[in-house]
């Protein structure tokens, strides 16, 4: 047995018995989720969208269980058992719930893969985890994942079953085939045993294994669901990719699932489809990353369609301007809420009782009294309260190691997960991030906060949106460049003009522009500032070869 399937290795026990005094953590597993949900919300609609095959589906909690134990006939016979890791890469369609809870029946665990990611990524996640299995499309939205598969497995140290979710599953098995096993019991699996690993979002890098617990995770669900509010008349409409932790867990699929509303699932975040969405299923709430509700806001005008019973617009994932945010509730009528998070653990939310300028001015509150927060400067020392520092993180739902002791750096030695997030506190306890601890761009020994200056950027009404990295530069070290979305670009002149007008200062005036469509983006959606470096990058050789 690894170390993970360990029941006591993932928390120090002293630990987990404080937490379960306190009634955080209880004995409620993912194994019978699903089957609760199902006995407490029987007929209540649980899930709308399409499946794989272009088939529209409306299931209510019992038809999703069902679902689920058919799956599980499907994936026991198919070999797979208790302890098995299986990595999960379906989009948002309605397999996706009787798949996960399929394996939490069998006391698998899944590993939870996004559509967007390729070689690189499958390769780690298979060969890291010796996964028994990878569950995946098929071909879908003009990708073939079984060409994926053609080229990743040979490759690999250990046999992966592939399992093709969708049609046409070529040489591989088929999720929905025959035969059948009988189906055992739920697995009896321990609340504190490894759940599932959920992946980092690797905007700076390869992602990361998450081990997540039974325990953990689901108090960080129900808190979730709690503070969101959420109740069986919640209508999620779930945009950003279904297996992200924010997605997931915050209060996401499974906080509306532990509520007993409905979640709706769609594949098209571009705003007509979603506005329509909204519209016709009469959604309550939904989430984006700050890319995606920009262009929301910025289209809103030209699409008729009714947003009246949208409550909240929930933004996470990345920093969204004060700028942006002030413009949620006039443009959308809703409320906005903004979530900081992590798939290492803590989560942080406004409520829908914070004030105005805390809801558009902050990323939020930790869902628990037990989480703690050290603000630090760079030597370690705690920052002078209300001064920004590096945030360090530990709590009930914060891990404590990366899957196989992977980048211990990244955890003090009293358990403490260094997020790199640069954040200062408000008396409140409400949290504000000022960028990563890499985000700074260093001019010649002056420091400019990204931030700072995409904060300007997008307060122009010609920008829809902003992005500033560094680029290397002989002199200075580092010189910036903005990267601007709009669709009637100003001039380089024009911006300088207008930020030197809103007071910034002149070293912090970016050195260069690219005006462009759209950010090169993560798989859940964030802007990718590796890729914007690396495309930087590229450019700047070009330009330097034609110079010469
Ligand atoms: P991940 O590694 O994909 O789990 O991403 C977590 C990271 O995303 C956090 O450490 C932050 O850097 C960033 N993040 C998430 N939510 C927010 C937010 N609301 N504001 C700023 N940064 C955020
Ligand atoms: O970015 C994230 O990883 C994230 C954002 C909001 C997250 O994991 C979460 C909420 O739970």
């Not at 989430?287 to 617009?313: F, N, Q, S």
Request: one cysteine or more.
């Amino acid at each position: 047995m690894s170390e993970h399937t360990d029941s006591t290795a993932l928390y120090p026990a002293a630990d987990v018995a404080a937490w379960r005094a306190a009634g955080y953590w209880n004995d409620d597993t993912f194994a019978t989720f699903l089957r609760e949900a199902a006995a407490r919300f029987g007929d209540n609609e649980a899930v709308v969208g399409h499946d794989l095959h272009g088939v529209n589906h409306r299931l209510s909690y019992r038809e999703l269980s069902t679902a689920a134990d058919a799956t599980a006939r499907r994936l026991r016979a198919l070999g797979i058992t208790r302890g098995d890791f299986v990595v999960v890469q379906l989009p948002n369609t309605t397999e996706f719930l009787p798949t996960i809870f399929a394996l939490f029946h069998l006391g698998a665990r899944p590993v939870f893969a996004l559509p967007a990611h390729r070689a690189a990524e499958l390769r780690h996640f298979l060969a890291s985890t010796n996964a028994a299995a990878w569950i995946a499309p098929g071909s879908h939205n003009g990708f073939d994942y079984r060409d994926l598969a053609r080229e990743v497995l040979p490759a690999l140290p250990n046999p992966v079953q592939v399992i093709i979710a969708g049609p046409d599953p070529a040489e591989f098995a088929s999720l929905g085939g025959d035969p059948v096993a009988d189906l055992p019991a739920p697995a009896p699996v321990a609340p504190e045993e490894l759940a599932f690993l959920q992946v980092s979002g690797g905007s700076t890098g390869i992602p990361k294994l998450i081990p997540r617990t039974h325990a953990d995770y689901l108090y960080s669900v129900r808190e979730s669901a709690r503070i969101c509010q959420l109740s069986t008349a919640t209508r999620m409409l779930v945009v950003l990719p279904v297996s992200h932790n924010f997605t997931m867990s915050s209060p996401g699929v499974l906080g509306v699932l532990w509520a007993g509303g409905t979640v709706i699932l769609t594949e098209d975040p571009t705003p007509t489809s979603v506005f329509h969405l909204i519209d016709a299923e009469k959604v309550t709430m939904t989430a984006a990353v700050p890319p995606l509700a920009m262009t929301w806001l910025a289209l809103r005008p030209r699409i008729d369609a009714h947003l009246d019973t949208l409550e909240v617009l929930q933004v996470g994932g990345a920093k969204f301007p004060a700028e942006a945010a002030r413009k949620v509730t006039p443009v959308l009528g809703c409320r906005l809420q903004q979530v900081f998070g992590m798939a290492e653990g803590l989560v942080n939310y406004t409520r829908a009782d914070d004030p105005e300028d805390v809801v558009t001015g902050t990323q939020g509150r930790p869902i628990s009294p037990a989480d703690e927060i050290l603000i630090l400067d760079d030597e370690g020392h705690p920052v002078p309260e209300g001064e920004s520092g590096h945030l360090l993180t530990r709590g009930p739902y914060t891990i404590r190691s990366y899957f196989n002791g992977a980048d211990p750096g990244a955890f003090t030695d009293d358990g403490f997960y260094r997020t790199g997030d640069i954040v200062r506190r408000l008396p409140t306890g409400h949290l504000i991030v000022e960028g990563r601890d890499k985000d700074h761009i260093n001019r010649g020994g002056e420091k400019i906060s990204a931030e700072e200056v995409e904060n300007h950027l997008i307060a122009h009404p010609d920008i829809i949106d902003a992005a500033l990295v560094a680029i290397p530069d002989d002199y200075l070290g580092e010189r910036s460049c903005a990267w601007i979305i709009s669709d009637t670009p100003p001039t380089a002149t024009e911006i300088r003009e207008f930020l030197t007008r809103r007071g910034l200062a002149a070293y912090k005036l970016p050195d260069r522009f690219e005006f462009e469509s759209s950010f090169p983006l993560t798989g859940v959606g964030k802007i990718s500032r590796k890729a914007l470096r690396r495309r930087l990058a590229a450019t700047l050789t070009t330009d330097t070869s034609k110079d010469d």
